[in-house]
């Protein structure tokens, strides 16, 4: 099991900057890669940026974020963050961490936080 807890939304005007963090915890080791993800109302969950923790994977961003978002973590804090610079009021959604595992036996699973709103004005 693994659980991730997301803070660091907020109501922030068209060109601002806000930095979500999304701290993991329970069964460390077996996530093989985390990610954030958006959600808006009446639309399907758009993958925003995701990064691997295991070796073998790229780090992605959406079309719609690449130069503006940046994807970090620090492993000593079990922390992954997203720093997303000029927004825009179309980044205006519910973000949400989402943590990749997997089991000795090749189970995969998906863990997701609970979301953290950003709400952008223009």
């Known amino acids: 099991q693994v659980q991730l807890v997301e803070s660091g939304g907020g109501f922030v005007q068209a060109g601002s900057s806000l930095r979500l963090s999304c701290v993991a915890s329970?069964?460390?080791?077996?996530?093989?890669?985390m990610g954030w993800y958006r959600q808006t109302p009446g639309k399907a969950r758009e993958l925003v940026a995701s990064l691997p923790i295991t070796n073998g994977g790229v780090t992605t961003y959406a079309d719609s974020v690449k130069g503006r978002f940046t994807i970090s973590r620090d492993n000593e804090k079990n922390t992954v963050y997203l720093q997303m610079n000029s927004l825009k009021p179309e980044d205006t959604a519910v973000y949400l961490c989402?943590?990749?595992?997997?089991?000795?036996?090749?189970?995969?699973?998906?863990?997701y936080g609970q979301g953290t709103q950003v709400t952008v004005s223009s």
């Open positions: 329970g069964n460390i080791p077996s996530i093989n890669a």
């Open positions: 989402k943590a990749v595992a997997s089991d000795p036996w090749g189970g995969e699973y998906d863990y």
